[in-house]
């Protein structure tokens, strides 16, 4: 079946700091990949999405690209900010008949000033 | 930025009893879902709704669940007589295509305590 694996959290960052949150998934189609957040109290926001192998999807400060030889979609960005405390999801999405989303177990990212 | 509007935020219901969420979805947008997050697990898939139609359903989804769209704006998910495990912040979530890149958009959730 399909599925997202997610790097256990929560992870603890000083602001400015160097951001990798590793996702690597299973499909038995070729996906779109997606990395959506959760602000306390709020829903989910999509941060960025890639659509294609080799595609970087990039918003905010955040990038990720779509590897398909290693099947991984990780999140980075290169100096975080207090404000970018969150849950971070990846997910996946078929298409092809498939509308749902495959969803990370969630990464909790907490920056410190 | 649209926005998917869901209410009620939060509530409380007693075990057996039935619950309604509700959902605005954004404005031209042609598919429906409903996901839920039980307290410390994934985000998980419930339903799609297209065309005022189930177009695909997980196995969460059962008999005690329906959606229905009643009055061509709303979408609605109902449960019938709730669970203590049903307790979860629930999703709608609206798109205006199928293709898998399309972006799915998400409400604010509705925390469903079942007491």
């Known amino acids: 079946g399909n599925s997202v694996t997610q790097m256990e959290g929560p992870v603890t960052l000083s602001e400015e700091a160097f951001l990798t949150i590793n996702c690597t998934y299973t499909a038995t189609g070729y996906p779109s990949l997606f990395w959506y957040v959760q602000y306390p109290g709020e829903g989910l926001q999509l941060l960025l999405k890639a659509t294609k192998a080799d595609d970087k999807g990039s918003n905010k400060g955040f990038e990720a690209t779509y590897r398909k030889e290693t099947t991984s979609f990780h999140l980075e960005k290169g100096s975080v900010q207090v404000s970018d405390s969150a849950v971070y999801f990846c997910?996946?999405?078929?298409?092809?008949?498939?509308?749902?989303?495959?969803f990370g177990k969630g990464t909790k990212l907490s920056v410190i000033p | 930025e649209p926005e998917v509007t869901q209410t009620p935020s939060h509530q409380v219901t007693q075990m057996g009893q039935e619950v309604i969420l509700r959902c605005v979805p954004i404005s031209n947008h042609l598919y429906f879902y409903w996901y839920r997050q039980i307290l410390g697990q994934k985000v998980e898939f419930l339903v799609s709704?297209?065309?005022?139609?189930?177009?695909?359903k997980s196995e969460i989804f059962d008999d005690q669940f329906s959606v229905e769209r009643p009055d061509g704006s709303n979408f609605t998910l109902k449960i019938r007589s709730t669970k203590l495990e049903d307790s979860a912040m629930y999703f709608c979530?609206?798109?205006?295509?199928?293709?898998?890149?399309?972006?799915?958009?998400f409400g604010e959730g509705s925390w469903l305590t079942v007491v």
């Open positions: 997910a996946l999405r078929l298409g092809a008949g498939s509308y749902q989303l495959t």
């Open positions: 709704f297209y065309n005022n139609e189930i177009s695909e």
């Open positions: 979530a609206t798109s205006g295509q199928a293709f898998s890149g399309n972006t799915i958009y």
